[in-house]
């Protein structure tokens, strides 16, 4: 530690992880440097406390960018990269399970998920609404007709006023579409609510 004259000083210098009086978690950087009486004991600190998550969520993506790229460029087949690249984001966002689905004809099956269970993948793993001799069913300009969160999302039906989903219409949940306590018109198609369990 550094020394000022005969009394050696010290000074708390740390990032710490606390919760706010509304209960959500935030990242502080904590200073401090104590006030000393004559005979070099602390009597009482000073500091500050500054918040810095959003500071702390942007090193946390630039590292997942970095680790993803690197998946990217070195890929032993695509289908390995994707689906290490789906390990990589369960891990570091916290969620159950995520898939990437992918247009295959005319259907947009999984082609890689970490965290679904083999009976959800064999119910789930098509969007596409099928006739009753097994056809595709198609809307009136010709486009396939997709069923539940998904197939709004890929077909980009997504309604902008509904808080499930972000402006430029990803989905950001797994909760259905409308819910008592958010009367918004559900417009999904064959809405099936599965995900949810």
């Given at each position: 530690?550094?020394?000022?004259?005969?009394?050696?000083?010290c000074?708390?210098?740390?990032?710490?992880?606390?919760?706010?009086?509304?209960?959500?978690?935030?990242?502080?950087?904590?200073?401090?440097?104590?006030?000393?009486?004559?005979?070099g004991?602390?009597?009482k600190?000073?500091?500050?406390?500054?918040?810095?998550?959003?500071?702390?969520?942007?090193?946390?993506?630039?590292?997942?960018s970095?680790?993803?790229?690197?998946?990217?460029?070195?890929?032993p087949?695509?289908?390995?990269a994707?689906?290490?690249?789906?390990?990589?984001?369960?891990?570091?966002?916290?969620?159950?399970?995520?898939?990437?689905?992918?247009?295959?004809?005319?259907?947009f099956?999984?082609?890689?998920?970490?965290?679904?269970?083999?009976?959800?993948?064999?119910?789930?793993?098509?969007?596409?609404?099928?006739?009753?001799?097994?056809?595709?069913?198609?809307?009136?300009?010709?486009?396939?007709?997709?069923?539940?969160?998904?197939?709004?999302?890929?077909?980009?039906?997504t309604?902008?006023?509904?808080?499930?989903?972000?402006?430029k219409?990803?989905?950001?949940?797994?909760?259905?579409?409308?819910?008592?306590?958010?009367?918004?018109?559900?417009?999904?198609?064959?809405?099936?609510?599965?995900?949810?369990?």
């Amino acid at each position: 530690m550094p020394a000022e004259g005969d009394k050696a000083w010290c000074y708390i210098f740390t990032e710490v992880r606390l919760r706010r009086a509304d209960g959500v978690y935030r990242w502080w950087l904590v200073r401090g440097v104590p006030s000393l009486n004559a005979a070099g004991k602390i009597i009482k600190w000073f500091g500050t406390c500054t918040d810095i998550d959003d500071l702390k969520q942007a090193e946390r993506r630039q590292t997942l960018s970095t680790e993803i790229l690197g998946i990217l460029n070195n890929p032993p087949s695509m289908d390995k990269a994707i689906s290490k690249i789906i390990t990589t984001l369960k891990r570091e966002t916290g969620f159950d399970a995520i898939g990437v689905r992918l247009q295959r004809g005319d259907d947009f099956p999984y082609i890689a998920q970490d965290g679904f269970s083999k009976e959800f993948i064999l119910a789930e793993n098509s969007l596409a609404v099928r006739t009753q001799n097994g056809g595709v069913c198609v809307d009136k300009d010709g486009n396939v007709c997709l069923e539940c969160t998904c197939g709004m999302v890929i077909s980009g039906k997504t309604n902008p006023t509904n808080p499930i989903f972000t402006p430029k219409g990803s989905c950001w949940t797994n909760e259905s579409c409308a819910r008592p306590d958010r009367p918004i018109e559900d417009t999904r198609l064959h809405p099936r609510d599965r995900c949810r369990t």
